[in-house]
């Protein structure tokens, strides 16, 4: 902290330019005054909307009489509406320190340490975490081609979803992206939330992590604190929250399903997270910033197809937000949200394309691979209950396709002998033949 009391004008600039990425920057090892113990701690820098927050390490103790000192130690942060505000906060601590150290003499950051004896170009250090920083435009394209591949029947609906990232992550200042995803159960709006996290990851080259959670887990008070956090003297206190992986990688797609079933208290923390881009937690701790995540919000209210295939994106939008209000009872929520986008009930072909899907994966548990399949055989996956979706095709093939194919290798004698080759399905779905090419 000492670096910080006797900071010049210019090492301010410097650092102002580094927290201008809006994310946090922690400086390790500061010299705290003579009358704290222990003796250093971290010190973290952000800039959210315009407003500086410093962060400090809990558990710094002082014999200093300083009042705005003490409230700084015991809130674990302090907050300034300017950036000499907050220098003139760090110099008034001048007097607990017994003699002049620059900013940048003893701080180690993350692109390496500075010291009295390292000089250090400011100028272009910042230039060159300003272009590491820039966003790196995506194509629409990039990300929903990757993703159509994967999920069936919802084209309009990725194109939608993957334009909105997109545009997004052109934004100077990177900020939290929320869309609620409407359309029946098992249709694909998990799914695609989940293979829109591993698209990223190989498109962006940045990793994002994926967060599946449902509404209905967050009923009741001891639930809600698994998502803001427990408050001291609260039984799970210091427990790992639903969203602490964001912590440590402030990138992920997270999707909550049916968040309407979710506790008034969980959409109240949440609505205020989706305004700020920070979520606020119960336990006293840093609040989440939020802000290069994908927020993914669904229920499974369906959406008519032909009214919504006609209307612009505005009238989607509003026609989705007020079908989701009467719904759901919950205009708190629907009115937070800016973006809405409708899952349709799969089509014959998509239906089609899912069972093949399953099946190839059933063959590949044993290193086998799809020849064809009869007419035959697909036309009952296609007359099954559609009701459930992808997942009840997926238990159909596993039922039938999984367990006939076990039945067929074991009789062989030797399955590891048909280890690469084509295999072909026909027959009944009481009796299905295997054929291998």
Known sequence: MREF?????????????????????????CVLPESCTPDHSRIGFEKADAIYIVYIDRGVATTSDDQNFIRFLQNGETKFTCLEDMMEFFRSLQPLFGSAVSLASTCTVKQGEISETDPVDIEALVAERSQKTKPKLISPDAISTPIKQDIFGQDDAIDSLTELIALNRMRKKSKLLTVMLLGPTATGKTETAKSLAAVLSDVTGTKYGFIDLAGSEFVGEHSVHRFFGAPPGYVGHGQATALADVRKNPYHCIVINEIEKSDPKLIEGLMEAIDTGYLGMADNSKPIDLNHCILLLTSNLPI??????????????????????????????????????????????AIARIALKFIRLELEN????????????????????????????????????????????????????????????????????????
């Open 366 to 437: 044993y290193n086998l691979k799809l020849g064809t399949v009869s007419n035959q055989l697909m036309n009952y996956y296609l007359d099954c209950e559609t009701a459930y979706g992808a997942r009840a095709i997926a238990l159909n093939v596993s039922a039938t396709v999984g367990k006939q194919l076990q039945r067929f290798l074991l009789r062989s004698g030797d399955p590891d002998a048909f280890a690469g080759r084509n295999i072909s399905l026909s027959g009944s779905i009481d009796n299905i033949q295997f054929c291998i090419d």
């Open 304 to 349: 008519d197809m032909e009214k919504y295939s006609a209307a612009n994106d505005f009238q989607r939008s509003e026609m989705c937000r007020d079908a989701y209000t009467k719904h759901c009872g919950r205009p708190e929520i629907s009115g937070k949200i800016g973006n809405f986008i409708a899952y349709q009930e799969l089509s014959v072909e």
């Open 5 to 29: 009391a006797f900071g010049t004008d210019n090492q301010y600039s410097w650092l102002d330019n580094l927290i201008s990425d809006g994310q946090c920057h922690v400086f390790n090892n």
